[in-house]
C-alpha cells in the first residue's frame, strides 16, 4: 500500500457476532493478545496483513488467532467492499477487548475513552484509506528496517492529544540505526489534499518548535514523484516563510520510488531533503543532514505527565512490536 494504495469503497456495516463468555479466552490470553488488544485501540484500525506482518510467524495462525479474539468478542471485523477481488478483514477493539485494557488500566471503560458505536464507525470513515496508509507505512518501517530498529510509532489520537493546539501530524515515529537516532513526524499524503493545505501545516510545526524548543523533522510521504516536485515547490514557498525555516526540517518522498522494489520499505534512499541538494538518503541518513535537530534525551515517553483529556485515560503506547517471545 505504501507504494500503490487502494481506492476506497463504499463500506458495509459489520455483522456482529453472538456474545460469548470472554472468561476462558481471557485466562489464556498472550502478551501478544493483549499488545494486539493496545494496538488497535491506539490506531483504532488494523488489517489482518498488517497484524500477521507485525506480530505472527505465518499469516494462517494470525488468522486463526484473530478469529478466535474475535469469537470472544475481544475485536470486532469487517470489510470494506471491493470493486475487484476481497479486503482482508479490519480489526477494531470491541468491547470485551477494551474491559480488559481498562482493567489492566485501572479505570472504567469510559475514562478509557472507549465507544463501541464510534470504534465501528471508522468502517465508514472518509478517512479509513489515510488511516490504512499510516499503518501500511510503519507496517513496512518495523518489518524491513534495513539495519535500524523502530522503537516508537504513535498515532495520530495520541499526536493531538499531545500537540493538537500547535501541530497535528499524522503519526509520530522514532527509528534508530546504529548511533543515528531520528524522532520524526510524518505527513501522510494520498494526492487528494490540495498542497496549499499540506504546506500550511507547517505554520504548525514552527510554532510547536518555538513553544517546545525541540526541533523534530517533518517527513512527508506522496504517492508519485510528479505529486512530491509539486508539493516541494508548495513546501518551499511556505517553509521560506516561516519566521525560523531552520528550525522546521522537511524531507519528502515518492511512494512511486518503491513500486518494484522488494521488500520496499521507507528506510530506502527515497528522502530528499528540502533545503538541500545533496540527492536522496536513506532515513538514518538525514540525522546528518540536520545537525540542529534536538536528539532525545530518554527513551522514556511522556504519558505520565500528561493531563487527562476531557476524563479520558491515555494509555501508554504500545511497542511496535509484540513481545518476542509470544512469536508463534
Known sequence: MISNPDRQADTRTPRPARPRDPSPVVRGLTGRDRWILRMVHEHRVLTTDQLAALAFSTAKIARRRLAILHTYRLLDRFRPLRIRGSAPYHWTLAPAGASILAAEAGTSVRELGYNHQAALSVAHSLHLTHTLGVAEWFTALVTHPHGGQVSRWWSQTRCQRLWGDLARPDAHGRYTHGEDLLDFFLEYDLGTTALSRVAAKLHGFAELARTTGVITPVLLWVPTTAREANARAALRRTWDRLPDPEAVPV????????????AASPADQVWLPLDTDS??????????????CTPPSSEVDPEPTWAPLSGIVALAPPPPQPPTSEYQ
Open 279 to 292: 540527492g536522496r538518503r536513506r532515513l538514518h541518513e538525514l540525522t546528518t543532514v540536520w545537525p540542529t
Open 251 to 262: 524531507a519528502t518522498a515518492a511512494a512511486e520510488f518503491l513500486a518494484s522494489v522488494t
